[in-house]
């Protein structure tokens, strides 16, 4: 049932089914259920240079790619995320069609505080609903959550890895060129530490759909200073392809 609203995004419409489904486009099912989204490509390339990932399965259309699977540990799979929550979310919702059932994030988000170093993780607990596609998941509300008990265990599996750690929300976004003083000023005070585009859409897939998803971002570039400073923060090979390889065993542990 939609319920109405002045405004068409608050339009909350329940029913699971809709015109077209995910699982229409939808082939035989994986024989994987575990699944790292990276936003670090030379990550990818990297692994499957060294033998340590295979091509699994090519998804087409009009914007083609492929996903990949470890060699090793042949339930994971690894692909290469697409920007924004329609993308992503959208991609998400679609291999959970394919049989996905349990997924790992990890890419990099601009800081909000200063203080959060290049490369510092931050284990996501939710996000503020700053975006338009969460909306067609989960009804209005103005933060969304990771699930709780699941992020606890990624904490825990940290931990005992002796890997430090921030934990808190992020701030999704949909325009990249709209992050204004104002509206920064406004996340921070209500808690975001990182701002993203994906964490709002992906967390509303996985309730929707109901699978387990859990999300590491590290801080990347500074956007709480006076000034917008990058940080080389898309140069830390070795920092990237650390989380990636530590999401392969986490996911593992789901």
Known sequence: M????EFPILEFDNQKTAKLNPSDLAGKKFDATRMIITFFP?????????????S????????PFTIYRFTKDSDVLIVHGQVGCPACGGNLDLFYALGVRK????GGGGVLDRNIKVGQLLLVDGAIRDEGFSYHYVAPSRFIYTDRALTD????????????YLRGITWTTDALFRETPDRIARRKEEGAKIVE???AGCIAV????????GAIIYGGDDVASEEWSH????TREGMRYNLVMLCKELVKEF
């Not at 940080?231 to 898309?234: D, H, L, T, V």
């Open 2 to 5: 939609m319920l109405e609203n």
């Open 42 to 54: 030379e990550v990818v390339n990297k692994l499957v240079a060294t033998g340590e990932l295979e």
């Open 56 to 63: 699994y399965y090519e998804i087409g259309g009009e914007n």
């Open 103 to 106: 997924v790992m994030f990890c």
């Open 153 to 164: 265990r990624i904490a825990a599996s940290l931990e005992g890895r002796g890997i430090p």
């Open 197 to 199: 585009m994906e964490q």
């Open 206 to 213: 996985a309730q929707f759909r109901g699978f387990e998803y």
């Open 231 to 234: 940080r080389g923060w898309n």
